[in-house]
């Protein structure tokens, strides 16, 4: 029988850098060539074996099926397994697959220097953020899937992108009349011309403060500041509401109300008054009958 070919063969793997030139004198490759029946087979599987651990770069070859269907085994299902077990060639781990023994001492020089760039570019990533971590490869070779991609945060609303509402303000009853609630309504407007609108906390103070004082005084007080361009309103403050000489704020404040809004302030007082003496003409109407 001619065994020329099968002889250059395995000198051609002694001179490799996956099988080195003591492994074929080794009692663990006479062990295990014994038990799958060659020289030549055992150096197939270890050839097998060990490139695809050394491409993967991970010791773990998965589980029983997983190796003999890589080396493409014909034989008796798990014998092959069985006997890399037994030659010392894998080792079973804790979660029941298979690791190539001591791996990393046996690897051709090309797959240490590839482990090295790799260890440096890791510690590289992890100085810069510590809170990147490298994803190793699976077992068979497949990187994992990537994870779902988080869904993305609300984006906040900007600021100004939508007009809060219009505060509302509860008249009390003392102060609860249409001439009081249209020159309050009037009022409101003036501070959005200044562009100093009334807030709501603003709003309840005022009513509040209103409500202790009679009606006249109340309109009186708000006519007077809406007449003088003022943010605030002074009830009872006669002097103040009666002088017509405007001190320096005053006449800063002036400046804020255009001659149409004072064109309308005077216009609704006269609407105001008709309305009041109609009023009036009514209630006499209605005693005399």
């Known amino acids: 029988m001619d065994t020329s070919g099968s002889v250059n063969w395995l000198r051609l793997l002694e001179g ?54 890589s080396i493409e085994w014909d034989g008796e299902a798990g014998a092959c397994v069985k006997a890399l077990l037994d030659a010392g060639f894998i080792d079973r781990l804790e979660s029941g697959d298979v690791a190539i023994h001591d791996l990393e001492h046996h690897e051709p020089e090309y797959v240490k ?14 100085s810069r953020d510590p809170a990147v971590t490298v994803t190793g490869q699976s077992r068979n070779c497949h990187p994992s899937p ?12 900007k600021a100004g992108s939508k007009k809060s509402k219009s505060p509302v303000f509860e008249i009390p009853e003392t102060l609860r009349n249409a001439a009081f609630v249209e020159v309050f309504n009037d009022f409101i407007e003036h501070r959005k011309q200044i562009k100093s609108p009334l807030t709501q906390l603003a709003g309840d103070r005022l009513v509040a403060k209103l409500a202790k004082h009679a009606p006249d005084a109340a309109l009186e007080a708000i006519n007077a500041s809406i007449e003088n361009g003022w943010k605030g309103v002074f009830p009872g403050d006669t002097a103040r509401n009666g002088n017509k000489k405007m001190t320096q704020r005053q006449a800063r404040n002036q400046g804020a109300i255009s001659p149409r809004a004072i064109a309308y302030r005077k216009q609704k007082q006269a609407e105001n008054m008709a309305e009041e003496l109609r009023l009036q003409a009514e209630e006499k109407i209605k005693e005399a009958n």
């Open 146 to 157: 990537a994870p779902a991609p988080a869904p993305a945060p609300n984006k906040k609303r």
């Open 16 to 69: 490799s850098e996956v099988a080195r030139p003591s492994l074929f004198t080794h009692r663990k490759f006479t062990r295990l060539a014994r038990m799958v029946g060659g020289r030549y087979k055992a150096v197939g599987i270890l050839e097998m074996i060990w490139r695809v651990a050394h491409e993967c770069g991970d010791p773990i070859l998965g589980s029983d099926e997983d190796v003999e269907y």
């Open 113 to 126: 220097s590839r482990r090295r760039k790799e260890n440096q570019r890791r510690k590289e990533r992890e």
